[in-house]
């Protein structure tokens, strides 16, 4: 096997590719054979030649890069084990690809983590929201509560488990991930709610505090939904009907008495 995979490795830096994407007849003329002798020698097929090139230390590619891999299997284990409980081990055992491949792609498991909140958390939409708003202030608000409902109630529950290890570590990864994204998160609410601040529509108050009004009630009913569906059942409002709630109250608590709701 050992000269296949020397004749595999050979033809794919000839043509600039990953093993996996090398034809086989490519391989068995490197190789000096014909391509029926090369299937005959691995079985029908070339799986068994991918493992070899795999055992040498060589990645045959075919498959999604060891970042996608990687974040993807990180997340898996966030939702089923908690935040504090990733190593880099597991992960790399998860996706399959070796230690140093991680450390070279995210430079440790604070950065894995990080890769991993921005994947599933708030911040792509949310920057998306802010560099095209919705014209009225109540769609605005609106808005920005189905976006960060978005990433708090889907799946896998990574936002959810962030927060869990933050309120029982404050000095934990969970920490250090939102210390990277958090000044893009406030970047992005304020280029949403500071206009209608300066319009005269909203209160003006601190943006923090604006944000906390905002965010509070849905992050309540988000990380306390397994208890409230239990308690309440039927007398609890659907996410849907809560985001309308919600919105209603942020208005009354924040606009400015005779403040219509338009845009600035």
Do not use: W
């Not at 792609?105 to 792509?124: C, K, N, S, T």
């Not at 919705?134 to 409902?149: C, G, I, K, S």
């Amino acid at each position: 096997m050992e000269d296949l995979v020397a004749a595999a490795l050979t033809a794919a830096k000839e043509r600039g590719r990953d093993v996996a994407d090398v034809p086989l007849t490519a391989i068995a003329t490197a190789a000096g054979i014909s391509r029926s002798t090369l299937l005959r020698r691995l079985g029908g097929s070339r799986a068994a030649l991918d493992e070899a090139v795999r055992q040498a230390g060589v990645d045959p590619g075919g498959r999604p890069p060891v970042r996608e891999r990687a974040i993807e299997a990180a997340s898996r284990l966030v939702a089923e084990r908690g935040l504090g409980a990733i190593t880099l081990d597991a992960v790399a055992d998860r996706a399959e690809c070796s230690l140093p491949s991680l450390h070279a792609v995210f430079e440790g498991r604070d950065g894995l983590l990080a890769a991993v909140f921005l994947q599933y958390g708030p911040l792509p939409d949310l920057e998306a929201l802010a560099a095209d708003p919705p014209e009225r202030l109540e769609d605005t608000v609106r808005a920005l509560h189905r976006t960060f409902l978005a990433s708090l109630a889907g799946e896998p529950r990574i936002i959810p488990a962030v927060f869990a290890d933050l309120l029982s570590r404050p000095d934990g990864p969970a920490a250090r991930v939102m210390a990277v994204h958090m000044p893009r998160i406030v970047d992005g609410l304020g280029r949403l709610l500071l206009p209608h601040v300066e319009s005269g529509r909203i209160r003006p108050l601190p943006l923090p505090v604006l944000v906390q009004l905002l965010l509070g009630p849905l992050l309540s009913r988000v990380l306390m939904r397994p208890v409230l569906e239990t308690t309440l059942g039927a007398a609890l409002p659907s996410l849907d009907e809560s985001i309308d709630l919600f919105t209603e109250a942020y208005l009354r608590a924040v606009a400015l008495p005779g403040a219509d709701r338009e845009t600035p």
